[in-house]
């Protein structure tokens, strides 16, 4: 993979919006998948969690600020969050009319089950380039920023990639 | 280069510099060398000093949960109420055990809970008063201005309970510091036995010891004070077996304890936790150096009770000498940004 391969990283807002500043954070620390340009960030949020959406921003913004990387557009689709084929359809329509271009990565690990799934599927369709879940290993960090994680507790696991 | 941070930043400092590193080292005041370094999900401590190796090994988390718990002035109320419940009844349960007399060392009274503590001590000692008279409260005149307050406000003392308020103790949890400490904290404890004639000591509970650390002062100090006086003292100590196990270890001697069993695992784990990170952090506080691979910076410390205290806003502040200092503002800047969007959001 080329080191400027434009992307998308696509990903739900649940209950606890950290995790997408997390999951950001984590890769642009992560040795392979940093080498990603990630121009947006496509997020599928249920009319509950839209009010994060330009808090998630900012936070990107410092994160990426802080790695001197670039820093990325935040875009949303309102969806249903426990309605797979509504999250699917949608945010599959938004990945085709905006990012066809991009490469395309896709990571389940915020938002509700539904959401999970749904993104999952997603990510097959759209020929995701990577498919990756944020793990950590004590539920005592799941509101907490990266920067307060010791990295023993959490890593990026890249469940599915496209040679 | 100087960074002031609160106690809210100590997590992500020592997330930062377990990240540069697994392993960093502090040189100490005392001429030692505390190597920290990470093994699986435990901190491991190594000091040297004069030529002697000591070591212990701490849960990583222990740092989360001080982050998590520590700002609230009243936390676990319950928890610690049934926890000492049941440790008093397993201390009665005990042939020959008493308690003519407590004395809560603000060293015991830090615990991040001890408001909650000195409040269901109290209370506790009411329903025990027979043989409970005296509870002594040794900790600094700001937090006792506090407890005052909020004895009074939420839980009236007993009038047939002596309460008294005396100078502190002393007793500092950091190794080294006790030895410039323990003469001072000998004279206060003469003291307070002699306003105390009334009463035929000639055996003192002191304190509730947390953690190895605290424990070993404990453990030292009781042997003074036997030594000086010929007064029994019985060194408490809550913690979990792990944490006896290997206190008995460092000491060499066994240990009277409460098991896990007569204390609930979560409240076990609450206690352990903040005396471990204490244990860290005060470490962390009285260093004077910090060297890791790219990274040099020096630490000045407040005054400890001042540092670790709920209630205010420590004064620590760190001075970034040398390497990637600046990234470790930055990684602080940014987790205290994330947080105030948390706590905002």
């Known amino acids: ?163 | 280069m100087i960074i002031r941070i609160r106690s809210s930043d100590l997590l992500p400092v020592v997330t930062y510099l377990l990240s540069v590193s697994d392993e960093f080292e502090i040189s100490c005041g005392d001429e030692s060398i505390l190597r920290i370094s990470l093994s699986g999900q435990r901190l491991r401590l190594v000091r040297s000093r004069g030529g002697t190796w000591s070591w212990c090994s701490l849960p990583l988390d222990v740092a989360v949960w001080w982050s998590l718990h520590f700002s609230g002035e009243d936390i676990a109320f319950a928890d610690l109420k049934y926890s000492f419940a049941k440790f008093l009844e397993s201390l009665y349960a005990l042939p020959g055990s008493r308690l003519p007399i407590v004395v809560f060392d603000e060293t015991a009274l830090w615990y991040g809970c001890c408001h909650s503590l000195a409040r269901y001590w109290l209370s506790v000692a009411h329903s025990f008063r027979a043989r409970i008279q005296t509870t002594y409260f040794a900790i600094p005149d700001h937090v006792k201005e506090n407890l005052v307050r909020l004895l009074h406000e939420h839980n009236p003392l007993p009038d047939e309970l002596q309460v008294n308020f005396i100078k502190s103790l002393g007793l500092r949890v950091s190794e080294y510091l006790i030895d410039v400490e323990l003469a001072r904290t000998i004279l206060g404890l003469h003291d307070l036995l002699n306003a105390s004639k009334v009463l035929p000591i000639t055996e003192v509970t002191l304190g509730i010891g947390v953690g190895i650390g605290v424990f070993s002062l404990y453990f030292r100090l009781s042997r003074a004070i036997r030594a000086q006086f010929g007064i029994g003292v019985t060194p408490i100590l809550i913690t979990s077996r792990e944490d006896v196990a290997s206190a008995s270890d460092l000491l060499g001697l066994p240990i009277q304890l409460v098991t896990p069993k007569q204390i609930p695992s979560e409240v076990d784990i609450g206690f352990k936790s903040v005396g471990t990170v204490l244990t860290v952090l005060t470490y962390l506080l009285s260093a004077i150096k910090v060297r890791s691979r790219d990274l040099e910076f020096v630490m000045v410390p407040g005054p400890i009770s001042r540092s670790l205290d709920c209630c205010s806003d420590p004064p620590l502040s760190i001075i970034v000498k040398t390497g990637s200092s600046d990234y470790l503002s930055r990684w602080i800047k940014l987790s205290r940004s994330l947080k105030n969007w948390l706590t905002s959001s």
């Open chain 1, 1 to 163: 993979m080329s080191s400027d391969s434009n992307a998308v990283l696509i990903t739900c807002v649940g209950a606890t919006p950290i995790v997408v500043v997390n999951v950001y954070a984590h890769y642009l620390m992560h040795d392979e998948l940093r080498r990603l340009r990630i121009k947006y960030v496509l997020l599928g949020a249920s009319s509950n969690t839209i009010r994060f959406i330009d808090s998630i921003g900012r936070c990107l913004r410092e994160v990426a600020t802080y790695f001197g990387r670039e820093v990325p557009e935040v875009d949303y689709v309102e969806v249903d969050p426990f309605d797979i084929y509504d999250i699917w359809s949608k945010l599959r329509k938004r990945v085709v009319e905006r990012y066809g271009d991009l490469v395309r990565v896709v990571d389940v690990t915020a938002g509700t089950k539904p959401m999970s799934i749904a993104l999952y599927k997603l990510a097959t369709d759209i020929d995701a380039k990577y498919v990756t879940y944020l793990s950590l290993r004590s539920r005592e960090f799941e509101n907490l920023p990266f920067t307060d994680i010791p990295k023993y507790y959490s890593n990026i696991v890249i469940l599915e990639r496209k040679v």
